[in-house]
Nanobody, 124 residues
Framework: QVQLVESGGGSVQAGGSLRLSCSVS????????MGWLRQVDGAERQGVAA???????TYADSVKGRFTISQDNEKKILTLQMNNLKPEDTALYYC???????????????????WGRGTQVTVS
């Protein structure tokens, strides 16, 4: 059973940086893709960044050039480095895994079947 635990959220001023981490356990060969998604109260979860098994990354247009997704070689830590944060980045950020997704489809919530509990990011 895959378990995901996010950490690293907090409050920061606009222009600042945060580094989110997701501790991954129980990963199987059936998991090909991992991603970070975020949710603002009352809205649907939206993809921020995703990475697949060969290291290919996909980013939402709103975070390109500011956010970087990465994972360690053992796929036990998924990281989201967030720079030049803006107030509109304020959200609850989730780590999630998917059997497989590709490209822009990885920026939707639909392909993800396992989720962490989320970590709050607030930018003022």
């Amino acid at each position: 059973q895959v378990q995901l635990v996010e950490s690293g959220g907090g409050s920061v001023q606009a222009g600042g940086s945060l580094r989110l981490s997701c501790s991954v356990s129980g990963l199987t060969e059936d998991t090909e893709s991992m991603g970070w998604l975020r949710q603002v109260d009352g809205a649907e979860r939206q993809g921020v960044a995703a990475i697949d098994s060969d290291g290919t990354t996909t980013y939402a247009d709103s975070v390109k050039g500011r956010f970087t997704i990465s994972q360690d070689n053992e796929k036990k830590i998924l990281t989201l480095q967030m720079n030049n944060l803006k107030p509109e980045d304020t959200a609850l950020y989730y780590c999630a895994t998917a059997a497989y997704c590709s490209g822009e489809y990885c920026l939707q919530a639909a392909p993800y079947n396992t989720w962490g509990r989320g970590t709050q990011v607030t930018v003022s």
